[in-house]
């Protein structure tokens, strides 16, 4: 910011205060603008351009205002570093002679060490001081690099390393950070390098870390390196591709392996000869699983060699067919208990697996296997809880064995709705099924229904199943009320005896319970009214209509915007609810939801005039008829004399 303190200090440009106040140096300095500054500068006088004073303020706002500066300002070593501060494009205004300046030197080094390179001598940048803030600038700075184009880097590159610099820098401690910072910034640069520094490992691997394009970079590496199988790993650690890995590598086995753990994708580059060992394919499947790099492409060329090898081997079948894998031998291993599950969980898919979709249901897969495991529970087990239908197809020795169902019913609750009648019948499957799922009430057996034990286990599960109870349980007030309690609106689903017990009725509003789902005999109990509407103002809309059009009981018991909002429309049609409701609340109105031929058979004398303009506006809103003689008759009788 300029110091505004300059202004009207005529003294300090050595000038009269009208030639001042008529300068544009005022307009600048409020303006604070870069153009403006710049064309007083250019065209301010010799006085004003060699003070010391008015050049430091120029130069926070238009450093590039150095190149219009007479010699002494050019001269001043504090100025120029404030200007190339300010603006690093300055430094192509700094005089070819201050160039040689230590200071100066190491103000270019701090703001730009590449254009310190470019354009500062080999002799300044000898010196000890400007040579150790260079590279330590450079080695640890990335950001500098990374801000220039490959072009730029290039000609730094061919200064570092062409004397007589290189002597200076490599001697330096931070000379190898340097490196790897150029290539860590700008990976193309690795070619650029002398070949001593191509062949650094560490170099190398940093180059790949930093670059996209790893293959075509990988491909000109030296021979020496790429036949060094160690190194090789190295570069896959360091994240290069299994693609560009040389030929040569492939064919140990110890490489493979560790290829592998590196990166599952190197499976594919390993030759049909090294899938023989079971060790290597194993290896593959674990990581395979938990890398989840089968979607990331085709794997069936890989399997299809694997599966050549290992035609008969169990376990590395059953890895394949977990990926969904149509093995060769299916029918060799439908009596291996650990196959069979695999192939019906295949048979349940019903999206499309990275090997396509099995063809066969879990039903056609389960009649394929063998007799010894249609005897297996576990088999059983399985297969119906992923497809009931299988239920047909079990050995008759399982059709009723309870201790599987209840396994099948802990897995899917909700197959106990496709039971038969014997298994509904049976009490510790029903126990079973409804401890797992309320909803399982409805599918067992009406013996089992009216069982007190299995009405206690469902209700105390969900209240919900309170209405598919027998009659005999919702006529229970202590079932009722416990149902109630946790739901009140099990009030509906109770025995019209215990909708007609007063004292019942008490609890269940006491819980919650609404007038609604009462006897009408108790809806026009003026007792059971005021208790139920002590508890919820609405329920007064369900009491009976002897009870609406009582005005002497509502009026007695209950505020006058209750009884005007649920009272008989014959009851609202007096004079004393009707005004005392709107003068006391007009939305009152809206929340009766009064039709307009209602509206119009009120009295609204006593009513405010201002509620009343409200009233009308409200019946025009609702009403269906626009006809203008229709409205002016509404408006004489809602807003005529008071």
């Given at each position: 910011?300029f110091?505004?303190?300059l202004?009207?200090q005529?003294?300090?440009?050595?000038?009269?205060?009208?030639?001042?106040?008529?300068?544009?140096?005022?307009?600048?300095?409020?303006?604070?603008?870069?153009?403006?500054?710049?064309?007083?500068?250019?065209?301010?006088?010799?006085?004003?351009?060699?003070?010391?004073?008015?050049c430091?303020?120029?130069?926070?706002?238009?450093?590039?205002?150095?190149?219009?500066?007479?010699?002494?300002?050019?001269?001043?070593?504090?100025?120029?570093?404030?200007?190339?501060?300010?603006?690093?494009?300055?430094?192509?205004?700094?005089?070819?002679?201050?160039?040689e300046?230590?200071?100066?030197?190491?103000?270019?080094?701090?703001?730009?060490?590449?254009?310190?390179?470019?354009?500062?001598?080999?002799?300044?940048l000898?010196?000890?001081?400007?040579?150790?803030?260079?590279?330590?600038?450079?080695?640890?700075?990335?950001?500098?690099?990374?801000?220039h184009?490959?072009?730029?880097?290039?000609?730094?590159?061919k200064?570092i390393?062409?004397?007589?610099?290189?002597?200076?820098?490599?001697?330096?401690?931070?000379?190898?950070?340097?490196?790897?910072n150029?290539?860590?910034?700008?990976?193309?640069?690795?070619?650029?390098?002398?070949?001593?520094?191509?062949?650094n490992?560490?170099?190398?691997?940093?180059?790949?870390?930093?670059?996209?394009?790893?293959?075509?970079?990988?491909?000109?590496?030296?021979?020496?390196?790429t036949?060094?199988?160690?190194?090789?790993?190295?570069?896959?650690?360091?994240?290069?591709k299994?693609?560009?890995?040389?030929?040569?590598?492939?064919?140990?086995?110890?490489?493979?392996?560790?290829?592998?753990?590196?990166?599952?994708?190197?499976?594919?580059?390993?030759?049909?000869?090294?899938?023989?060992?079971?060790?290597?394919?194993?290896?593959?499947?674990?990581?395979?699983?938990?890398?989840?790099q089968?979607?990331?492409?085709?794997?069936?060329?890989?399997?299809e060699?694997?599966?050549?090898?290992?035609?008969?081997?169990?376990?590395?079948?059953e890895?394949?067919?977990?990926?969904?894998?149509?093995?060769?031998?299916?029918a060799?291993f439908?009596?291996?208990?650990?196959?069979?599950?695999?192939?019906?969980?295949?048979?349940?898919?019903?999206?499309?697996?990275?090997?396509?979709?099995?063809?066969?249901?879990?039903?056609?897969q389960?009649?394929?296997?063998?007799?010894?495991?249609?005897?297996d529970?576990?088999?059983?087990s399985?297969?119906?809880?992923?497809?009931?239908?299988?239920?047909?197809?079990?050995?008759?020795?399982?059709?009723?064995?309870?201790?599987?169902?209840?396994?099948?019913v802990?897995?899917?609750?909700?197959?106990?709705?496709?039971?038969n009648?014997?298994?509904?019948?049976?009490?510790?499957?029903?126990?079973?099924?409804?401890?797992?799922?309320?909803?399982?009430?409805?599918?067992?057996?009406?013996?089992?229904?009216?069982?007190?034990?299995?009405?206690?286990?469902?209700?105390d599960?969900s209240?919900?199943?309170?209405?598919?109870?027998?009659?005999?349980?919702?006529?229970?007030?202590?079932?009722?009320?416990?149902?109630i309690?946790?739901?009140?609106?099990?009030?509906?689903?109770?025995?019209?005896?215990?909708?007609?017990?007063?004292?019942?009725?008490?609890?269940?509003?006491l819980?919650?319970?609404?007038?609604?789902?009462?006897?009408?005999?108790?809806?026009?109990?003026k007792?059971?009214?005021?208790?139920?509407v002590?508890?919820?103002?609405?329920?007064?809309?369900?009491?009976?209509?002897?009870?609406?059009?009582?005005k002497?009981?509502?009026?007695?018991?209950?505020?006058?915007?209750?009884?005007f909002?649920?009272?008989?429309?014959?009851?609202?049609?007096d004079?004393?609810?009707?005004?005392?409701?709107?003068?006391?609340?007009?939305?009152?109105?809206?929340r009766?939801?009064?039709?307009?031929?209602?509206?119009?058979?009120?009295?609204?004398?006593?009513?405010?005039?201002?509620?009343?303009s409200?009233?009308?506006?409200?019946?025009?809103?609702?009403?269906?008829?626009?006809?203008?003689?229709?409205?002016?008759?509404?408006?004489?009788?809602?807003?005529?004399?008071?």
């Open positions: 910011m110091d505004k303190s202004i009207n005529a003294e300090l440009f050595e000038t009269d205060s009208v030639e001042f106040k008529k300068s544009n140096l005022q307009k600048a300095l409020n303006k604070q603008s870069k153009e403006d500054v710049l064309k007083f500068y250019k065209d301010a006088d010799e006085a004003i351009r060699s003070n010391i004073t008015v430091a303020n120029v130069f926070k706002i238009a450093p590039l205002a150095i190149n219009d500066a007479p010699e002494s300002i050019k001269a001043n070593k504090s100025l120029i570093l404030r200007a190339i501060s300010n603006d690093k494009k300055a430094i192509e205004c700094i005089p070819k002679h201050l160039l300046d230590e200071q100066i030197a190491m103000g270019i080094i701090n703001i730009d060490p590449c254009m310190a390179l470019e354009i500062l001598s080999d002799s300044i000898q010196k000890d001081k400007v040579s150790n803030n260079l590279i330590r600038t450079l080695s640890y700075r990335s950001h500098y690099l990374r801000s184009y490959l072009t730029n880097i290039s000609k730094v590159i200064r390393f062409s004397s007589p610099l290189e002597s200076v820098f490599s001697s330096h401690i931070n000379y190898v950070p340097l490196i790897n150029l290539v860590c910034s700008h990976s193309q640069t690795y070619s650029l390098l002398p070949k001593k520094y191509q062949h490992k560490d170099i190398i691997l940093k180059t790949i870390r930093s670059n996209n394009k790893k293959t075509a970079f990988i491909k000109n590496l030296p021979e020496n390196l036949s060094d199988t160690s190194f090789c790993l190295a570069m896959l650690r360091a994240g290069a299994p693609g560009s890995m040389p030929k040569t590598m492939w064919k140990e086995e110890w490489a493979c392996r560790n290829a592998i753990s590196v990166n599952v994708l190197s499976a594919r580059h390993i030759p049909n000869s090294l899938w023989k060992d079971r060790e290597l394919v194993i290896h593959f499947f674990t990581k395979l699983r938990s890398s989840q089968i979607w990331n492409g085709n794997w069936t060329p890989t399997f060699i694997i599966n050549n090898f290992h035609l008969l081997n169990e376990d590395i079948n890895a394949l067919a977990s990926y969904g894998y149509e093995i060769k031998e299916e060799h439908l009596n291996s208990k650990r196959l069979v599950k695999v192939f019906l969980n295949n048979a349940s898919c019903t999206y499309k697996l990275p090997f396509g979709r099995w063809k066969n249901g879990v039903v056609s389960y009649k394929l296997i063998s007799s010894k495991l249609k005897l529970r576990d088999i059983a399985k297969a119906m809880q992923l497809d009931f239908r299988v239920y047909n197809h079990i050995d008759d020795s399982l059709k009723y064995d309870i201790k599987l169902f209840k396994r099948v802990n897995a899917k609750p909700l197959v106990a709705a496709r039971f009648d014997k298994l509904k019948d049976d009490k510790e499957l029903a126990i079973c099924s409804i401890s797992r799922s309320a909803v399982n009430y409805r599918h067992i057996s009406q013996r089992l229904k009216n069982d007190k034990e299995i009405v206690k286990l469902a209700t599960k209240a919900t199943i309170y209405k598919d109870l027998p009659i005999k349980y919702r006529d229970d007030s202590k079932i009722a009320l416990e149902a309690s946790r739901d009140p609106g099990n009030l509906k689903h109770t025995s019209p005896r215990l909708k007609d017990n007063k004292d019942f009725v008490e609890s269940a509003i819980r919650g319970a609404s007038l609604k789902y009462v006897s009408n005999n108790l809806k026009a109990n007792h059971i009214v005021r208790y139920a002590n508890q919820y103002d609405s329920n007064l809309h369900f009491a009976d209509k002897t009870i609406k059009e009582d002497e009981f509502l009026l007695k018991y209950f505020p006058i915007h209750l009884v909002r649920y009272c008989s429309f014959k009851i609202l049609q004079k004393e609810i009707f005004t005392a409701g709107l003068n006391l609340d007009i939305r009152l109105i809206e009766r939801g009064m039709t307009p031929a209602q509206m119009l058979k009120m009295n609204y004398e006593g009513i405010y005039v201002t509620e009343r409200k009233i009308f506006t409200y019946y025009k809103k609702h009403s269906k008829e626009k006809d203008i003689f229709l409205l002016a008759k509404a408006k004489s009788i809602i807003c005529g004399s008071k």
